[in-house]
């Protein structure tokens, strides 16, 4: 009898350390949620040495690159980029090369995140995004207004409330793809009603209409003065990737 209640209060003692350490690991590694960093008050300050290591990608002024392989982030709402940090985290966009940079700014709680994004807001736009041929914008122009406008807003600005993304003044290439890897369910966190409103377009419309969005002009007061701005927060001789690969190609 003895040995039996021995066990008992053993295995009582393992199921209350098995309940308190699953809760301990899931508070430790606590899934972020939206919510979870939105509600979270940035730093500014802090948010300039977490974008130190965004920018050599994203270059210090936040623009991207013409080529629309790095996507301008500065303008974009701060609930679009922090769930965007949450998918590519996630697993859910196509982009490799930067999870391991997602992963980092979650790694101490998520507290990183909210203070880049606030860093991100201090940002102006780049006056002079890529655009696309010019051949197609009336097209474009009909697509957009009929497809996307309830959503992305009359002039591509987005909604923050709502996380939908701003896309004025995006780079054109950038557009195109993301468009296409909505379609296609190659981005696999897209707006369902979005992939279902365009699983008809063709190239060519996906094309029209980015490039239709692409000439869209954000306010004057989130763009910066003049495509020679530099980010006053970083040395002159910061080297970022596309800085290399425009090199290289040249
Ligand atoms: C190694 C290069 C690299 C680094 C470093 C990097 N990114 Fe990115 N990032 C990318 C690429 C490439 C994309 C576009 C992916 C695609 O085409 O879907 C991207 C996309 C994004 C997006 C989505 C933008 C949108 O409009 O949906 C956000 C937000 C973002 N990055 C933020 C950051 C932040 C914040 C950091 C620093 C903590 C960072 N990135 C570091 C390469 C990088
Ligand atoms: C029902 C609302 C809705 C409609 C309609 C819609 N979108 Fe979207 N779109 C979204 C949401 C939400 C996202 C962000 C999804 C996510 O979290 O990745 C998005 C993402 C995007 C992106 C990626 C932006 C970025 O920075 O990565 C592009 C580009 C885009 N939409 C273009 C369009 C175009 C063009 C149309 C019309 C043909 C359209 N959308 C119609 C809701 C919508």
Redesign the pocket.
């Known amino acids: 009898m003895k040995s039996n209640n021995h066990a008992k209060h053993w295995l009582g003692r393992l199921i209350v350390t098995g309940i308190l350490s699953h809760f301990l690991m899931g508070f430790a590694i606590a899934t972020p949620t939206l919510s979870s960093v939105s509600s979270l008050n940035g730093d500014a300050k802090n948010g300039k040495d977490?974008?130190h290591?965004?920018?050599?990608?994203?270059t210090p002024q936040g623009w991207?690159t013409e080529n629309g392989?790095?996507?301008?982030?500065s303008g974009?709402h701060p609930n679009?980029?922090i769930k965007?940090?949450i998918d590519?985290k996630q697993g859910n966009?196509?982009?490799p090369?930067?999870i391991p940079?997602?992963d980092?700014?979650f790694d101490k709680g998520h507290q990183?995140?909210a203070d880049?994004?606030s860093y991100?807001a201090t940002l102006p736009m780049t006056p002079k995004n890529s655009v696309g041929a010019g051949t197609n914008l009336e097209r474009g122009k009909k697509l957009y207004t009929k497809q996307c406008e309830s959503c992305h807003g009359a002039n591509a600005e987005g909604n923050n409330e709502k996380s939908y993304?701003l896309l004025q003044g995006?780079h054109y290439e950038?557009l195109f793809?993301?468009i296409l890897?909505i379609q296609e369910g190659i981005?696999k966190n897209g707006d369902e009603e979005m992939r279902l409103s365009i699983a008809a377009f063709t190239d060519a419309d996906i094309r029209a209409v980015s490039d239709y969005i692409s000439r869209i002009k954000p306010d004057k007061n989130k763009v910066a003065e003049s495509i020679d701005w530099q980010n006053p927060d970083f040395h002159g001789d910061f080297v970022s990737?596309p800085a290399n690969v425009k090199n290289k190609k040249q």
Do not use: K, N, S
């Open positions: 977490v974008y290591t965004c920018a050599l990608c994203h991207g392989y790095y996507p301008q982030l974009q679009v980029l965007q940090l590519i966009r196509e982009v090369t930067m940079f997602a980092e700014i990183d995140v880049v994004v991100i993304p995006q950038y793809r993301q890897w981005r990737a």
